[in-house]
């Protein structure tokens, strides 16, 4: 999933705290988010009969529709073996096979009929496999849904069976179904559940009529991660249960309903149209998924690597009226917004494994809330992508049908592995669609982005947030762009051999989900099979993921010229510290770093890069140099990491990276764009997460000071949270920018070459 920016300001929008790494392409977007239409909609629960419900499927088999007649010829979840495969962490007696879903949406689009409630009524057929034997209870999620029936099918005829609801821990108030008898582990039984979705809460389904907003046609559509499948389907709503899904939906006529998988089937009578969408590659619940408005569909196709004849669709629906053909006072470019999705699904094709699915759709989404959402070959995209300025969004979303979809979380303590995994594409994709620059650029700005923010980054481990914490507030921080350097870290520091073990263990796992640990133990053979050992996985999971925090390098240094050469002494020392008891901060933190010595001579820099293991909090080495050392530094791009420093031939003011303020590039060339941008600082992140429009996190003004101390370049009333500095009056040298941003003053080294 990828949350939703609110800005107006198209610097803000790259930088703000939730994603400094959204957009490559950046525009203005100036969208009212009031989404807040529950209060439209009149709270009234009714009693439905299951008669209404007869009706409508009555309606169906006049429609010469496959449903409801369950067919379950490809439905089978076996191994090579013929067993049938079970993925499952927590304890659970049984293991889903199938979704077969049919939805009646056809009262709620059919403008005509007026509902006090947006309410629709559902068929769910589950196929379950027994893992337990002795079993006579098994346990659904049915949270705020009114089911009528509950029965089981058994060969020609239908079985009522009895339910409850039960309070649990963990507040899932799960559905108890008793059986008709006792069965025992590989006994495969199907589960018919009739249901009414009546409630007025918005979560996990949202409608908006015409009427509630300004949109040109009625939309509906399902958002379910993390757990919220609960609120539109009953089902076994957890992500280490993987099942094949078919969806039916019934729409009037002229409405689209699309969901995961392909189309397999469609039936119309005079009015409505039923939908079945089926899907063979298993599912789990989160990112099963339903959109339905009136789209206009528009088509490429990606041709699988080595399958000559094999191409899939890749296919877009956004409304008519959002594309300029067809309205030339459009503000969207939805083509052009697309138009990298085959690139990228090549690309990961390349880098790491085939594409496995059927297709691959987006669609547009308003009023959506999150930016994107990867559900399973139908992603969906907030309408003001649409925009042309969300590229990086897009790659993330594809991004996750690798890590994410390919293989999932197992339980939401593991949710890093698919948002860091689709996070770390992005970046990816900035290094193979553009440049190097760019990718570093982006994971510096990542990484400072989360090293100002001290508190957060100190006191939490990505590993284990709250399901309903996980996409909230300080956690992206965490769960996106900490996670997504993890994933850059092991890139960087094991190279290929990195990509080996990842592609290996997406093929292992392909189609499951996994732990944690389970992840670590299969990176950590593969490594092994390929004898890299330059991390030690089981520390590095302890430092970066169970732990918290990162290290806080402070380097001294200084040189002696001897025979003519520069012998410089340097000196690391890790002086992290925790800060409340909450914290799991290392007081070592053993990830080898690479550090950066910059030398000059007659105006030319170069860096000289050197490789570190670390063994102790303290470290020293020490190095002979052709020319004079001028800075020494951890390569930021490499590891997460903070540096306090005192630059050589920079006496005063004593400078620190951990002040949300950055200079990139630095050192910098006059043909550079030289970037000055502020990020979140510690004191005020809070505030930060409350303002909309992010006024405190601006630069007011910078002053550039030449190493003596004269005024060399200033600007004021910049009011932006990025600007670009004037560098070109500035010769060949170092200088000091002061910055003031928010009315606080901060000093950053900058240094010119040619
Ligand atoms: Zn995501």
Not at 15 to 29: E, K
Not at 386 to 401: C, F, K, S
Not at 532 to 538: F, Y
């Amino acid at each position: 999933m990828k949350n939703k920016l609110k800005t107006n300001n198209r610097f803000r929008f790259r930088f703000t705290y939730r994603f400094i790494i959204l957009l490559v392409v950046l525009t203005t977007l100036n969208v009212n988010w009031n989404t807040n239409l529950n209060a439209k909609i009149p709270i009234q629960i009714q009693n439905i009969e299951n008669q209404i419900f007869e009706t409508k499927h009555n309606d169906l088999n006049k429609a010469k529709c496959s449903y409801p007649e369950q067919t379950y010829k490809r439905l089978n979840k076996l191994d090579k073996n013929n067993n049938i495969q079970i993925s499952q962490v927590k304890e659970s007696n049984y293991d889903v096979l199938s979704y077969d879903l049919f939805v009646d949406w056809y009262n709620l689009f059919d403008e005509k009929i007026e509902l006090k409630v947006k309410e629709f009524a559902g068929l769910q057929v589950m196929k379950i496999a027994i893992t337990k034997d002795n079993t006579n209870s098994i346990e659904i999620n049915t949270l705020t849904m009114n089911v009528n029936s509950v029965r089981l099918i058994d060969k020609n005829s239908k079985i009522d069976l009895e339910y409850s609801i039960i309070e649990a821990d963990d507040n899932s108030e799960p559905n108890v179904i008793m059986l008709d008898k006792t069965y025992n582990i590989n006994d495969t039984i199907s589960i018919e559940i009739a249901y009414l979705h009546n409630t007025p809460m918005q979560l996990g389904f949202q409608y908006y009529s015409t009427s509630a907003v300004s949109i040109p046609y009625p939309i509906g559509y399902t958002m379910s991660e993390p757990e919220n499948a609960r609120n539109w389907m009953p089902c076994k709503d957890r992500p280490d249960d993987k099942a094949f899904s078919k969806i039916s939906i019934r729409m009037p006529i002229g409405y689209t309903a699309i969901s995961n998988g392909l189309l397999v089937d469609s039936a119309k009578t005079d009015s409505s149209i039923v939908y079945v969408w089926e899907n063979d590659i298993p599912i789990p619940t989160y990112l099963m998924h339903i959109i339905a408005s009136k789209f206009y569909k528009w088509t490429d196709y990606f041709q699988r690597k080595g399958q000559f004849n094999d191409s899939i669709e890749v296919s877009y629906y956004a409304w008519e009226q959002d594309l300029p053909e067809f309205n030339s006072k459009s503000k969207y470019k939805p083509r052009e917004s697309m138009q990298p999705t085959v690139a990228m699904l090549e690309f990961l094709s390349n880098y790491l494994n085939e594409y496995p699915y059927q297709k691959y759709s987006q669609a547009s989404a308003f009023p959506f809330q999150y930016g994107g959402m990867e559900h399973q070959t139908i992603t969906t995209v907030n309408r003001s992508w649409l925009q042309n300025n969300a590229e990086l969004g897009v790659m993330h979303e594809v991004g996750h049908h690798w890590l994410g979809n390919m293989i999932s979380c197992a339980t939401w303590n593991d949710v890093w592995i698919n948002e860091g995994g689709a996070t770390w594409t992005e970046w990816l994709w900035l290094d193979e669609a553009y440049n190097n620059d760019l990718y570093k650029s982006y994971v510096t700005g990542s990484t400072l982005s989360l090293t100002s923010k001290t508190q957060i980054a100190l006191n939490n481990s990505i590993y284990g947030i709250e399901p309903n914490m996980i996409f909230t507030g300080q956690n992206q921080v965490l769960v996106y762009t900490k996670a997504g350097l993890i994933y850059n870290m092991l890139n960087r520091i094991l190279g290929e051999d990195f990509r080996i073990a990842l592609t290996n263990t997406l093929e292992e796992y392909k189609f499951k989900s996994l732990t944690t640990n389970e992840f670590r133990n299969s990176l950590k053979k593969y490594l092994l099979q390929l004898n890299n050992t330059k991390i030690d996985i089981d520390l590095f999971f302890e430092e970066w993921v169970y732990g918290s925090g990162h290290p806080i390098y402070q380097i001294n240094s200084k040189y002696d010229i001897v025979d003519g050469k520069y012998k410089l002494s340097v000196n690391l020392n890790q002086i992290q510290k925790e800060t409340n008891p909450n914290s799991k901060v290392k007081e070592v933190y053993k990830t080898p770093i690479t550090v950066v010595i910059t030398t000059e001579k007659d105006g030319v820099f170069k860096d000289i890069y050197k490789e570190m293991s670390i063994n102790n909090k303290i470290e020293n080495f020490e190095i002979i140099l052709d020319d004079e050392p001028i800075d020494v530094d951890i390569d930021i791009t490499a590891i997460i990491r903070t540096v306090v420093v005192n630059p050589l031939g920079i006496s005063n003011p004593t400078i620190s990276e951990n002040n949300g303020i950055s200079i990139y590039p630095n050192p910098a060339s006059k043909d550079n764009l030289v970037t000055l941008r502020k990020y979140y600082t510690t004191s005020n992140i809070e505030a930060n997460l409350e303002n909309e429009n992010n006024d405190f996190d601006i630069i007011n003004s910078y002053e550039i000071y030449d190493i003596t101390g004269n005024l060399v370049e200033t600007k004021i009333n910049i009011n932006l949270s990025q600007t670009i500095l004037d560098i070109q009056n500035l010769s060949i040298g170092n200088y000091i920018v002061k910055v003031n941003s928010n009315n606080k003053i901060t000093f950053q080294k900058l240094t010119i070459i040619d």
